[in-house]
């Protein structure tokens, strides 16, 4: 899959949650890599936030990112924005906001989805670059009993349950089993408040922008006519019967477990904080911004100590070629022959497999009393590997022979010792032209990074 912008700009306008500003946000195309990038135009120098898990600073009420460089340059309510984009697919783009926080609209994301796809995508020329669950990932918080697994999965999927001590929001359950339905099952869930948190976050300076057009407002407690009035008069809205629990809305329930829904909602918005699509189920129990944001720190720890993954590797699975084809087509034989399969190929990558036996010839001499593959022979199979995606490009490849012209930014991490089974992952650096391919290669044992390197090749005809 390709990594998507907008095919152009759109832009949203509405006040703020907390601030009650009128807010201005333009969502704008961007170049590869870029991810989500926050601009702040209402200030000098119009300064950029990532919106990356490490830069999130506050997680009450809202997602709050600030820049790296001055922690007083900020952008809260980030979330519905976030998760209607990382829902459409897309991966890079700018987000211009006038103000401290991005317009609350409905208090949904529907305003966001509805525009991302009237307004379209467009591919770009490079691979999009997934997180993929390899193994349980837990995170806790003690002093709530609240919790988010992540298990792996083929696709992405979201579980979401939450439990309030409240006659009128209790239990509920909400869940997305394809991303693409999204827009129809969640986009359009409101974030809710209880009566009885009003005035404790008024007087935080928050809410100020609250009404009963843009939030789900729960009356589960009962208090004093006067005092619901004073409320409702803080508020700006008409007044309610104190005796009448339920919920206080101009617009009726999207959908009965509607609360449930938008906390999935907050889910898929914190996890775009990743910085790249998840491939992964996600059990969701209690959940909310801080644990949220914690796990997407996690997983954004775990990539910056190793920014590639290694490729899922299925012993079980057919080949795509076996070593037979292989030998068709390249024409090292023993004991320079370092390719045993390829397991899978696509435009402009491979991925191969060597297995590494005490059989091999150079441990005899490398070393005698402590077997390690020489470097360069894992150099030599990477190359190998990324020579049969040049040759699977032209008609009779076992007429056509590819030779290195240069090999820059080698490293080596870790040793290859036998019993390893080395997994190498090439992929196109820019396009093949004039049958010269530049490629980036990694070799991995398990999940680890042994090596890595970058060449350049020339696909040759035999004479």
């Not at 974030?191 to 407002?217: C, H, S, Y």
């Not at 593959?373 to 032209?394: D, I, R, Y």
């Amino acid at each position: 899959m390709k990594q998507r912008t907008l095919k152009s700009e759109f832009t949203l306008s509405g006040k703020g949650l907390h601030t009650g500003l009128h807010i201005d946000a333009t969502v704008k195309p961007a170049e590869v890599g870029t991810g989500y990038v926050v601009v702040r135009t209402d200030l000098e120098g119009q300064p950029r936030i990532e919106a990356v898990a490490e830069n999130v600073v506050e997680t009450q009420r809202g997602t709050v990112v600030a820049s790296r460089s001055n922690k007083e340059v900020r952008v809260s309510t980030i979330e519905h924005a976030l998760a209607a984009l990382y829902a459409a697919g897309i991966d890079n783009c700018f987000i211009e906001v006038n103000a401290p926080e991005l317009p609350i609209l409905d208090g949904s994301a529907i305003c966001w989805a509805e525009k991302i796809e009237e307004v379209g995508y467009e591919e770009q020329d490079a691979e999009k670059e997934f997180y993929v669950v390899k193994q349980r990932i837990k995170v806790v918080d003690p002093e709530t009993g609240s919790s988010l697994i992540v298990l792996p999965d083929d696709d992405f999927s979201i579980d979401t349950m939450i439990e309030f001590n409240s006659p009128v929001l209790s239990n509920q359950f909400a869940s997305l089993d394809n991303i693409s339905k999204f827009k129809d099952e969640i986009a359009a869930c409101r974030t809710f408040v209880f009566v009885r948190e009003v005035m404790p976050l008024l007087q935080l300076n928050l809410i100020k922008g609250g009404d009963l057009d843009n939030a789900i407002v729960i009356y589960d407690s009962p208090m004093e006519q006067a005092e619901l009035d004073k409320l409702a008069d803080v508020m700006q809205v008409p007044h309610k019967p104190a005796s009448e629990l339920g919920y206080l809305n101009n617009k009726p329930l999207a959908f009965t477990n509607e609360p449930a829904r938008h906390k999935l909602l907050d889910v898929l918005g914190d996890l775009a904080l990743i910085g790249r699509p998840l491939k992964g189920r996600i059990v969701a129990t209690r959940p909310g911004h801080k644990l949220n944001t914690q796990l997407s720190k996690r997983i954004r720890q775990e990539l910056r100590k190793q920014n590639v993954q290694a490729p899922i590797y299925d012993p079980n699975a057919a080949p795509l070629y076996d070593i037979n084809r292989i030998m068709a087509m390249l024409p090292h034989r023993f004991p320079m022959q370092m390719v045993d399969k390829v397991i899978e190929m696509g435009e402009d990558y491979v991925v191969g497999v060597k297995n590494v036996t005490i059989n091999e010839p150079f441990f005899q001499g490398h070393f005698p009393t402590e077997p390690v593959m020489p470097g360069v022979l894992q150099v030599e199979a990477m190359a190998q590997v990324g020579g049969l995606l040049v040759l699977s490009t032209v008609d009779d490849p076992e007429r056509y022979s590819t030779y290195f012209l240069k090999i820059d930014n080698v490293k080596f991490r870790q040793k290859v010792v036998p019993g390893d089974t080395l997994i190498f992952h090439l992929s196109l650096m820019t396009p093949i032209r004039r049958g010269i391919a530049t490629m980036k290669g990694y070799a991995f044992v398990g999940e680890k990074i042994v090596s890595e390197a970058e060449f350049m090749a020339q696909i040759v005809k035999n004479k």
